[in-house]
């Protein structure tokens, strides 16, 4: 691998150097349709000017579109030598992001050299295939009660040798399993392009975190209490072991079609151009390529590739279809669960339909969950295939789950780079990933309308430490409805908050659940963001640890997901003179 890559910086050296005429004379043989990818590791991280959606889709189609500019209507764009000399003397504006290019090349380069003791060469915050397996079957193995280990399926290599070289698709089932269900499911998947570093590692941190914080933060306990949260942080991991070296691998490594050197990451199947929900079906053009060896191939046929059949699969095991047939018939406001690939980058929150450029029947709540998305994360949220947001697909995953089941799906582009930097992932990606994440399993239960309604966002107890049963305790609650974020994509509507309530003991949509009114700490409900209190008289209590839901309501009667608090009562009795605990609340 080393001696190609060499190779490579040189003749990226020698293309930068060329100017204009140079590359002309090059290449003044000019067609319709550009060259094939040539079979070698060189390019060049380049903006490609482009007139209107029609001619963004055909650069999609035919190059490794990175991330797309509609404002200034450039597509960042990798670039093989033949390709930018074929475009150039086309007349194409296209710019060589030379310092982008050096530091990939340098990046890649350094990873040769790396002597990490875990992870990635290079990038030892992100671990490995083998790692990413060995840690799920560990956290299992740890908290058997919460989490089960599942075989989703296997990748293309480990199908075709009968398991001797290639991977399974595991995933992680996480749940309190001593609670019985239904439960509302929520289903995380990443890596299903291979070069995106960041988000298997997002997708088994947030499993860690929201298992190993079971018993001390609220609402990660009454989460795996009384939701499903399905993990698969390596959805094509034959084509991440490949990323891994170094390489800008983006398909799995089906080798049938494409003419191959086994450092050549132009093979394969592009797997979220490959689902059977509207595979080839975009009703504009060059949403998904025929070409074996386009970025986007989308196969021979729909869910052609093990790694489509595995994840289509499973989604139908865990989900109940909800959705009838028409394209135009939408999922019921009562349906449960919710879905989200993780992808990167070009940051992001994008939502069905990417096949057309109209709106999904259940659009503008689709819209409204990923403007909260957004809040957390500061991307931008739209319609993957409307006019503006990025461009067309067909046969994503996120159409899949949305089309043909009815789940409320979503695709997350997390970040600034594919190799993305670990200080980079630590310090400003990860935590509004796991916080956008843990808003999304809240939402599972009622994803078509929880997220229109305020979000609570403090609650706090007038006592801190274990209170004796028969204690009267003030719980104080904060509720705001103006926690969206669309980056320029509309504006959500702000509601006045009209009610808060409390449950204990189980969320307010368990039966037989009792709720409890809240008062304004001003007297009177009237703006989208206010403060409630409530005395709580634990006479009668079981000792032991109890949770309290609350939940806030606006102005059209949308309640919003519950956050929740630990109350801890202990055995002994209280004295009547202790009673009470909570501040005086003026009004």
Known sequence: MAPVRWAGVVALTLLLAMTPPKIAEANAETGNEPPAPDASPE??????????????????????????????????????????LWLQAQGRKVTVDEPTTRNLYAAVVAMSSAANDSGIPGFPCYRTVEETHADMAQLAAAFPTLVREVKLGESWRYAQSAGAEGYELRGLALTNQERPGPKPIFFLMGAIHAREYTTAEAALRFAEQIVQAYGEDPDATWLLDYTEIHVAPQTNPDGRKKAETGLLWRKNTNNNFCPYEEWDYHYGVDLNRNSSFKWAQCTGSNCSSADPCSAIYRGVAPASEPETQALESYMRSIFADMRGPEDGDPAPEDALGLMISLHSFFPKILFPWGWKSTPAPNGEALQTLARKFGYYTGYPACQSGSPGCIYMTDGATDDFAYGELGVAAFTFELGWAFFESCDVFESWILTPTLSSLTYAAKAAVRPYVAPAGPEVISVTLSVTAPV?????????????????????YGEEPVQPIQAMRYTVGAPSWITDVVTHPMTSTSGVFTAPVETAF???????WAPGRHLLFVEAQDADGVWGVPTAIFLDVDETPVAEERRYFFPMVTR
């Open 534 to 540: 409530a005395r709580i008289d634990t006479t009668g």
């Open 43 to 84: 390019g060049v991280v380049a903006s490609i000017a482009f007139a209107d959606q029609a001619d963004l889709q055909w650069l999609v189609a035919h190059y490794d579109v990175w991330r797309v500019d509609h404002t200034a209507q450039r597509a960042t764009t990798w670039l093989t030598r033949e390709q930018l």
């Open 468 to 488: 004796a049963a028969g204690a009267v305790v003030t719980l104080t609650a904060t509720a705001d409805d103006t926690r969206y974020y669309s980056g320029g």
